[in-house]
Nanobody, 122 residues
Framework: VQLQAFGGGLVQAGDSLRLSCAASGRTFKPYAVGWFRQAPGKEREFVATINYSGGVTYYPDSVKGRFTISRDNAKNTVYLQMNSLKPEDTAVYYC????????????????WGQGTLVTVSS
């Protein structure tokens, strides 16, 4: 599965942004998909995950209530709607696919996209 994340950009604090993760080469449907982010000088951290059907999602407390992950299997695309963005959300955002299930662990993800940069100014 080849993944491509896009939709990043420069926004102001309080704004919204929607990221997309498009899959090619193989159907997305059997895979859970996660979003992770990595800020300069920091480790990659979990942002959101969704199971193969879209019925199960998990978020860390840092984004819960502000970010929403969803998927459209017919379009082979997963979305991350980010609202009320904060400067601390600034990072490169990566999407990844897991055959294990919707987990928070980076090691459970088999395929990774190239990342899209989100910059939130104060």
């Amino acid at each position: 599965v080849q993944l491509q994340a896009f939709g990043g950009g420069l926004v102001q604090a309080g704004d919204s942004l929607r990221l997309s993760c498009a899959a090619s080469g193989r159907t997305f449907k059997p895979y859970a998909v996660g979003w992770f982010r990595q800020a300069p000088g920091k480790e990659r951290e979990f942002v959101a995950t969704i199971n193969y059907s879209g019925g199960v999602t998990y978020y860390p407390d840092s984004v819960k209530g502000r970010f929403t992950i969803s998927r459209d299997n017919a379009k082979n695309t997963v979305y991350l709607q980010m609202n009320s963005l904060k400067p601390e959300d600034t990072a490169v955002y990566y999407c990844a696919a897991s055959s294990v299930g919707a987990t928070m662990s980076t090691s459970s993800y088999d395929y990774w996209g190239q990342g899209t940069l989100v910059t939130v100014s104060s």
